[in-house]
């Protein structure tokens, strides 16, 4: 997907626990988009929301993009990867839900291609709200965190939605 940079400060603050500043546009069109994103996930979900609204059910996204921050009064940007997951997939003519092991397996694949074998970790410390308690992680790269994996809170929605976000 290619989603816009530009979303709602209260969606802006989403789906992160880093101590950094949201970038507000100084003169925005619309308080729907009046500041730039600092996590990829809010739009996809906006996306997901558009699609399960339609009728769709499975539905898998990722985007590549940049999130964008000011901490001690520089401003930074970070190229992103995220995905979001929901509904079946097909392996034969078998359909399988979608779950934390799935995306975690797509993670590791990446990982690994990547050239981080036996680098990483996940650990369920320092996690968003927005992710479920029970099913969620960070990831954490050479004792750094890069991202955050798991299922969406059910306090946001009912549906079974995998998320995965690194830096």
């Given at each position: ?18 101590d950094?500043e949201i970038?507000?546009v100084?003169?925005p ?26 009728g ?14 000011k ?11 995220a ?10 003519l ?19 291609y ?5 680098r ?33 809170h ?6 079974s ?7």
């Amino acid at each position: 997907t290619l989603s816009y940079a530009l979303i709602s400060d209260k969606e802006a603050s989403k789906y992160t626990t880093d101590d950094v500043e949201i970038v507000k546009v100084l003169d925005p069109m619309s308080n729907d988009r009046n500041s730039l994103r600092y996590s990829l996930i809010p739009s996809l979900m906006d996306i997901y929301n558009y699609n399960k609204a339609r009728g769709q059910k499975d539905i898998f996204l990722y985007e590549v993009g940049k999130g964008f921050y000011k901490k001690e009064g520089k401003y930074y940007e970070e190229n992103k990867l995220a995905v979001l997951m929901t509904g079946n997939y097909s392996v034969g003519l078998e359909k399988i839900n979608v779950d934390f092991y799935y995306i975690k397996g797509i993670l590791e694949e990446l990982l690994e291609y990547l050239g981080y074998q036996n680098r990483y970790a996940l650990t369920v410390a320092d996690l968003p709200k927005e992710l479920h308690p029970g099913q969620g992680a960070s990831i954490i790269l050479n004792g750094t965190k890069i991202g955050i994996i798991g299922k969406v809170h059910p306090s946001i929605t009912k549906d079974s939605i995998y998320i995965m976000e690194i830096n």
